[in-house]
């Protein structure tokens, strides 16, 4: 009987022979066929499905589907191309749970315990942490760019220079501070606002929570119904992500091509080196200082944060995020108020990432920015970046109104968006960890993670 330790040492193995294979025939100038290298690449696969099939778990076909969408990708990208529709539709889906979702889980929340007082709390809390922990994030991006020097010297070809950047609509502190707030809540939902869904939900909840007891529980009950309901429906939309993952990977693999990565490899290797950097040193230390059993809660955040790799996308991983940290033991009343707004104040990745991408367009243009102009610079970020998540192309607004500000050019922005959905990758999956552990974060605060339920696999 084949086990899956042996199915696995078969990837490993194959994965070993494939990279020999190839860098011989780099290398050492032979002349294997196509075909061959193509069938050293897909034995891996073939263990890797075996190994899954066993397993049985989201988590890991989602990753099988992540090498399989990039190996589609290269070896046929005509019929990639034509994919992005697949992963399209899952998120067009998984965009019908966001509102009822929120809408139900802070209404009962709210409503269900009646204390207006902890939702004022873990208000200050939540934009507290936020605050911190964004701002570290902004100054991680800054230090990773002056450490790299990607940009320097790069000789830019002059088409290149002549692009043309997608329109955007400028915004100033009144557009900011009106987005927040809903005109007309259909209209929210049909555009995915989900800052003003929060606050809809918030208000709504306030409203519930102060009636008589007669309107109030015909109100939880349905509220109480819609929340499992919306919650079985995100566990059928979720059988269709492993599909939805190959799609996505597979269309920019097959779209962009593998040469991409080489081309601006520079930017792209210190975008990813300083994620890592900023997980290592402040995601870790918070879990270690709060008492959260880390290895618990990377399991927790493995198949949202892969869904959000893959698909660039934060919201096709909300609904199974907000489940799986209120299964890890965080009170749905904190994960569905701390979430949701995570998503417009903690975006951690975004922020880190417009960090970078500010002092990226000073370096391609051969501007040399001083010290002092790269930290006030970062106190700009700190507050144009916040609230703003939910405006469309939100981080391209941000960037072209840094830029404009300090004086620099935008054609460096057109050559920073031919990668942008490689960088968007790491950094949505980042946004939705950081929101993850936020949730945990503010439950020790107020006392409420049930220790005991984390334990649970």
């Not at 007082?117 to 605050?131: D, I, N, P, T």
């Amino acid at each position: 009987m084949v086990t899956s330790k042996s199915l696995l040492a078969g990837f490993f193995i194959s994965v070993s022979v494939a990279v020999a294979v190839h860098l011989a025939g780099h290398y050492f100038l032979l002349n294997i066929p196509v075909w061959v290298l193509t069938s050293f690449r897909w034995i891996p696969l073939a263990f890797y499905f075996l190994y899954a099939a066993g397993k049985k778990r989201l988590t890991t076909w989602i990753f099988l589907s992540m090498l399989m969408g990039v190996e589609f990708g290269y070896d046929i990208p005509s019929v990639a191309k034509e994919l992005n529709v697949v992963s399209q539709i899952f998120i067009h889906l998984v965009k019908t749970i966001i509102a009822p979702l929120i809408f139900a889980t802070l209404v009962t929340g709210i409503a269900g315990h009646a204390n207006l007082k902890q939702v004022g709390r873990m208000g200050w809390k939540s934009l507290l942490y936020f605050e911190v922990v964004s701002t570290i994030a902004l100054f991680i991006g800054l230090a990773a760019i002056n450490i790299s020097g990607a940009g320097i010297g790069v000789v830019v070809p002059p088409e290149m220079a002549r692009g043309t950047l997608p329109a955007v609509q400028s915004q100033n502190w009144h557009d900011v501070v009106l987005h927040i707030f809903p005109e007309n809540i259909a209209k929210s939902i049909a555009e995915g606002q989900v800052l003003q869904i929060v606050v809809f939900s918030i208000l709504f909840g306030i409203a519930v929570a102060l009636v008589k007891e007669q309107y109030r529980s015909p109100m939880l009950r349905f509220t109480g119904s819609l929340t499992a309901v919306m919650f079985k429906f995100t566990n059928i939309i979720m059988l269709f992500a492993p599909f939805a993952v190959f799609s996505a990977i597979a269309y920019s693999v097959g779209h962009m091509g593998l040469d991409v990565l080489l081309n601006l490899f520079h930017l792209l290797a210190t975008l990813y080196i300083a994620l890592l950097a900023f997980v290592v040193l402040v995601f870790l230390p918070i879990m270690l200082v709060m008492k959260i059993p880390v290895v618990k809660f990377i399991r927790a955040v493995a198949e949202p944060a892969t869904i959000a790799f893959a698909t660039t996308s934060s919201e096709s991983a909300l609904p199974r995020a907000m489940e799986n940290m209120e299964q890890f033991g965080v009170p749905r009343k904190i994960v569905s108020f701390v979430m949701p707004t995570g998503y417009s104040f903690n975006l951690d990745g975004t922020t880190l990432y417009l960090a970078m991408a500010s002092i990226f367009v000073a370096n391609m243009a051969g501007i040399h920015l001083s010290f002092e102009t790269q930290i006030i610079m970062m106190f700009t970020l700190m507050l144009t970046s916040k609230g703003v998540a939910a405006v469309p192309r939100a981080s391209l607004v941000i960037l072209l109104g840094t830029a404009a500000s300090f004086g620099l050019p935008t054609w460096p922005i057109f050559i920073i968006l031919g990668i942008d959905e490689l960088m968007d990758m790491a950094r949505t999956a980042i946004n939705v960890i950081g929101n993850c552990l936020a949730t945990v974060v503010v439950a020790k605060w107020e006392g409420e993670f049930n220790e005991g339920k984390s334990e649970v696999e």
